[in-house]
């Protein structure tokens, strides 16, 4: 048995508060908000009462001053759960994260508290129609005009986007530059000129509205940018890392979850006399993936223990996303097939981490970005020994 000793008791105390929630504020409502194809606002508002939303945001900006282990815990917990409406990791890994590091004093008092209190909810906006993995292709533009930016283009596959208040958006600001010319911006959605787009129909992740975004002649003020100008890519690049990383904790969740629902299936499924447990080839193939899972698992821990000390590179995220999004996509797919034709069923858990499962391989950097960030790393290291 595995024996993970990187959470202690308070992180384990948090876990059952996270239960507890999923039980009584989750679990009742999600397949409506597969429907809806969106979770409502108050559960922001709720989430934020109950401590789950900016756990690791100092004290002084209104959160609990908690190490990252209590998000990493709160994606592990949902996700085993089967629940991916509530797009809690984008606000608290993905946008709160670059508002800390990188936002002036009055930017991180003027949002990230009611971040935390669920009040605002945040969205992050880097793709574009033609820009997903390819940052530095992006179109949509930033152009000072005085005191302000004036923003013009268009986002799409963005997490939270028919709800969110705040967004922290990449644009050019200087397409000659090195880096792109990128710059951040803190952005407020109800400026003029931001208009949400239809909410995107998905294969997976039913609950969890995904949108189109457009800025026409949007205006902001100056004090909007984040970090330098034209600085931005060098601080997506030392955010994604984390991004990619949570990633992989959320699949390596997903991944023992689904083991552990066909391991109950199986041992309950009758078929020629005995259950399908009894059957050689079902305990060979769990045999199979309860290995690999196993060996994600640790090497998920191992990355996260990186990250906790500072020490995580974009190289070992890279791999840990790479090989957790492929396990990942394996262990529903052979997880599935011992389910049989009630896996192929919405109301079975399997079925739709089946459907969501997929585009794993796809965000935070497709697995063939992340094969080319390691094979670059791989001659690197041979050019520095030379």
């Known amino acids: 048995m595995l024996e993970r000793t990187l959470y202690g008791p308070e992180h384990q105390a948090f876990r059952d508060t996270v239960r507890r929630f999923i039980d009584t504020e989750i679990a009742p409502f999600h397949a409506q908000w597969e429907r809806d194809g969106q979770v409502p606002r108050e559960l922001w508002r709720k989430a934020g009462a109950a401590g789950l939303l900016g756990c690791s945001i100092p004290e002084e ?3 609990a001053g908690a190490d ?3 998000n990493f815990a709160l994606v592990e917990e949902v996700s085993a759960a089967g629940y991916t409406g509530p797009a809690f990791a984008v606000h608290n890994e993905m946008v709160m994260p670059y508002i800390l590091a990188f936002g002036s004093e009055a930017q991180k008092q003027r949002y990230l508290p009611p ?43 963005i997490s939270n986007g028919q709800i969110c208040d705040v967004l922290v958006l990449a644009c050019k600001t200087d397409p000659g530059a090195a880096g792109g010319g990128i710059s951040l911006f803190i952005v407020e959605t109800n400026r003029p000129g931001f208009v949400r787009g239809k909410r995107l129909e998905k294969l997976g992740l039913k609950a969890q509205d995904t949108s189109e975004l457009f800025f026409d002649n949007m205006r902001v003020p100056a004090s909007a940018l984040l970090g330098p100008e034209h600085g931005g890519f060098k601080l997506l690049m030392k955010n994604l890392a984390q991004e990619r990383l949570t990633q992989a904790v959320r699949s390596a969740a997903v991944a023992e979850a689904a083991l552990q629902w066909t391991i109950d299936h199986v041992k309950e499924r009758k078929m020629f006399g005995q259950t399908l447990a009894d059957f050689q080839n079902t305990q060979f193939k769990l045999a199979e993936l309860k290995t690999e899972v196993t060996v994600g698992r640790v090497f998920t821990d191992h990355c996260v223990r990186q990250f906790m000390d500072g020490k995580l590179d974009g190289t070992d995220a890279a791999m840990v996303k790479l090989w957790l999004s492929e396990l990942h996509g394996r262990v529903v797919d052979q997880c599935l097939q011992l389910f049989g034709g009630w896996g192929y069923m919405w109301e079975y858990p399997i079925a739709r981490a089946y459907a969501d499962a997929r585009i794993t391989r796809i965000a935070g950097g497709s697995i063939e970005t992340m094969k080319s960030i390691i094979g670059k790393s791989l001659f690197k290291a041979d050019a520095a020994r030379s």
């Open 68 to 70: 990252a282990l209590f």
């Open 115 to 157: 971040m935390v209190r669920g009040e605002l909810i945040g969205a992050l906006g880097l793709t574009e129609p033609q820009a997903g993995s390819d940052l530095k292709g992006m179109r949509t533009r930033a152009e000072r005009d005085g005191d302000s930016y004036v923003i013009n283009g268009q986002k799409t596959f």
């Open 61 to 63: 900006y209104g959160g």
